[in-house]
Structure formats: C-alpha cells, structure tokens
C-alpha cells in the first residue's frame, strides 16, 4: 500500500520591502513668495507714514525755520535753529496757556475716571434688562459725532432759546434769565468740562465694566467672609486686579483731553478771552491768526513733549508701586 508523502513546502524567501523613495526637494521658496507678505502690508504702512510719521516730521522741520505765509507760498524757507521755541518761552500768554491746560486736563480726567468707574460698578449690579439699557445709552452717548455733541451742548447753554435758563427761570431763578453762559470765562470753562466728560465716560466705563467681569467671583466672597466692606473690597481686591486696565484707561484720556481741540474750536474758539484757550487751541491761534505757522509747529512740539512727560511720570509711579507690592 503506498504511502502518501506529503508535499514539502518550499522555502520562503523573505519579502523584500521596496526601497524607499528619495524625498522630493522643496523648492526654495522664490524671491516673489518671500516678498509677498510685505507687499501686502505695505499700503497700510504706507498709509501710517503718510498720515502720521510725515506730519510729525514737517511740523518738526517747520518749528525751526522762519516759515510764515510768504514761505508757504514760495517754500524758500531759513533754518532759525530754537528761535520761535525762545520766542514761545519768552511769552507770559504761553505759560498763562500751559497752565490752564494742565489745569483743564487734571479736572476733566478726574471726573471721567471716577464717573466711569462708580458707572461701571453700578452695571456690575444691575441685572440683566437694566444692564442692557445703561450699556446701549452708553453706546449712544459714544457713538455721537464730536461737532454734533458741541452744537447741542451750544444750543442747551443759549442765552435765549437754552433749556437750560428756561428750566433754571422756571425753577424761581430769575438771575438767569437769558444768561449768557458763553460770555463768562468760568461758566464756559465749566460747560466744556462737563461736555468732554459727557463724551469721555462711556468709552471709559465700558471699558472697566469689561474688566470687572473677569474678576472671579470667590474673591469677593472672601473679602465678605472676613468682614471687608465695599470700600476695602475694592481697594483690597478689585482696584489690584484692575490695575492694567486702569492704567490704560488713564493714559487714553490724558491724550485725548490734553489735545482736546474740536470742542473748544466749535464752541468759543478758545474765548472769552483766553479763558477756554488751551495748547492745541493756542497753537492754531498763533498758526492762523498772523500767519506764523513756525510758531504754530513749536506750540505743537512742546504740546507733545509736556503730554509725553506727564504720561512717562504716571508710568514710572504706576510701575514703582507694582514692584513695591511684589
């Protein structure tokens, strides 16, 4: 009987995996490619240097030549090195305008940061529908066009149609009946604070509410458990937290009220007097008033420096404090 041999298997050969394909090279990158990102970029800086760095620069340039209105016109204009900055130091009317500016300046940003900060922490508070109505009447108060917020503060202040000296009349005051708010130099100092400070408080309590709301919530139910009021609340816990923003806040409305020019312009043009007359206001006084544009442009230079040393004074104190507390 035959015996069935079973088949041997024949050896396998181990598989042979494919060689690896060479890496395809990048190609470099072309000098177009690398360039691209800066041509689309460079309109808009393009657009910056234009708009702010050149007029910087012209005023600078004009604040040390003898520029007046036949220069303007024949643009042959003499180098004078710091003459029209003596002759500016040299006014007794210029350092009278400093000092209302400073003065003009502390007063409106005091009142805004404490308005803005007593309306932020009151939204904390409100629920919902009333925290909606206070924020959009913000909003409204902000989005109001400058000249359009003075021409209605011009008319609420008018000595005849005013609302103002109708509701003061109707009040038993008679003394201002047909008042002319706008011919005496405190009253017109005070109407363009509180019209500055109407336009600058929703930006800055917006602004605070925001960061309030990024503060937790346990803090606060700390400071309460170990018997902390309002005050020392937000002394202790709130006012630390916030002080970055603060800070920024702070800063942006020293800019804004230390060049404040359109208001003052539209309303009194810097009168009566130099009551209201402020550097950005002074400085377009002496530029259009006798042509002297050289003047002007020193005016303009020193406004910038005396703004960039109370802000760089502000910052140093601000910062000596932080490393204190560290």
């Given at each position: 009987?035959?015996?069935?041999?079973?088949?041997?298997?024949?050896?396998?050969?181990?598989?042979?995996?494919?060689?690896?394909?060479?890496?395809?090279?990048?190609?470099?990158?072309?000098?177009?490619?690398?360039?691209?990102?800066?041509?689309?970029?460079?309109?808009?800086?393009?657009?910056?240097?234009?708009?702010?760095?050149?007029?910087?620069?012209?005023?600078?340039?004009?604040?040390?030549?003898?520029?007046?209105?036949?220069?303007?016109?024949?643009?042959?204009?003499?180098?004078?090195?710091?003459?029209?900055?003596?002759?500016?130091l040299a006014d007794p009317r210029f350092w009278e305008v400093v000092r209302r500016?400073?003065?003009?300046m502390a007063v409106n940003v005091v009142l805004i940061m404490v308005i803005a900060?007593?309306?932020?922490?009151?939204?904390?508070?409100?629920?919902?529908?009333?925290?909606?109505?206070?924020?959009?009447?913000?909003?409204?108060?902000?989005?109001?066009?400058?000249?359009?917020?003075?021409?209605?503060?011009?008319?609420?202040?008018?000595?005849?149609?005013?609302?103002?000296?109708?509701?003061?009349?109707?009040?038993?005051?008679?003394?201002?009946?047909?008042?002319?708010?706008?011919?005496?130099?405190?009253?017109?100092?005070?109407?363009?604070?509180?019209?500055?400070?109407?336009?600058?408080?929703?930006?800055?309590?917006?602004?605070?509410?925001?960061?309030?709301?990024?503060?937790?919530?346990?803090?606060?139910?700390?400071?309460?458990?170990?018997?902390?009021?309002?005050?020392?609340?937000?002394?202790?816990?709130?006012?630390?937290?916030?002080?970055?923003?603060?800070?920024?806040?702070?800063?942006?409305?020293?800019?804004?009220?230390?060049?404040?020019?359109?208001?003052?312009?539209?309303?009194?043009?810097?009168?009566?007097?130099?009551?209201?007359?402020?550097?950005?206001?002074?400085?377009?006084?002496?530029?259009?008033?006798?042509?002297?544009?050289?003047?002007?442009?020193?005016?303009?230079?020193?406004?910038?420096?005396?703004?960039?040393?109370?802000?760089?004074?502000?910052?140093?104190?601000?910062?000596?404090?932080?490393?204190?507390?560290?």
């Amino acid at each position: 009987m035959p015996v069935a041999v079973e088949p041997t298997s024949a050896p396998r050969t181990p598989r042979q995996r494919p060689a690896p394909r060479p890496a395809a090279r990048r190609k470099p990158a072309g000098r177009a490619h690398g360039l691209w990102p800066y041509a689309l970029i460079a309109p808009a800086i393009g657009g910056m240097l234009y708009l702010l760095v050149y007029p910087l620069v012209r005023a600078v340039l004009i604040s040390f030549q003898d520029f007046r209105l036949r220069q303007l016109i024949s643009g042959n204009a003499e180098f004078v090195g710091l003459r029209n900055y003596r002759t500016l130091l040299a006014d007794p009317r210029f350092w009278e305008v400093v000092r209302r500016t400073f003065l003009f300046m502390a007063v409106n940003v005091v009142l805004i940061m404490v308005i803005a900060t007593l309306v932020a922490l009151m939204v904390e508070r409100l629920r919902r529908v009333g925290r909606t109505v206070v924020l959009c009447s913000l909003v409204l108060a902000w989005a109001m066009p400058v000249v359009a917020a003075t021409t209605v503060f011009q008319w609420l202040f008018h000595s005849e149609f005013g609302i103002v000296n109708w509701a003061l009349t109707s009040l038993g005051l008679d003394s201002f009946e047909r008042y002319p708010w706008f011919a005496n130099g405190t009253a017109a100092f005070a109407i363009l604070v509180t019209l500055i400070v109407w336009q600058s408080v929703p930006f800055a309590a917006i602004t605070l509410y925001s960061a309030l709301t990024t503060v937790p919530l346990e803090l606060y139910e700390s400071a309460r458990l170990d018997g902390a009021g309002a005050g020392r609340i937000f002394r202790s816990v709130t006012f630390p937290m916030l002080r970055p923003i603060f800070l920024l806040v702070f800063s942006l409305e020293v800019i804004w009220t230390f060049k404040a020019f359109v208001q003052i312009w539209v309303m009194t043009r810097g009168g009566p007097g130099d009551a209201t007359t402020i550097l950005p206001v002074y400085a377009v006084q002496t530029a259009l008033s006798s042509q002297r544009y050289d003047l002007g442009s020193a005016a303009s230079m020193i406004t910038v420096v005396l703004m960039s040393g109370v802000l760089v004074l502000y910052f140093r104190q601000m910062f000596r404090q932080e490393d204190e507390t560290r």
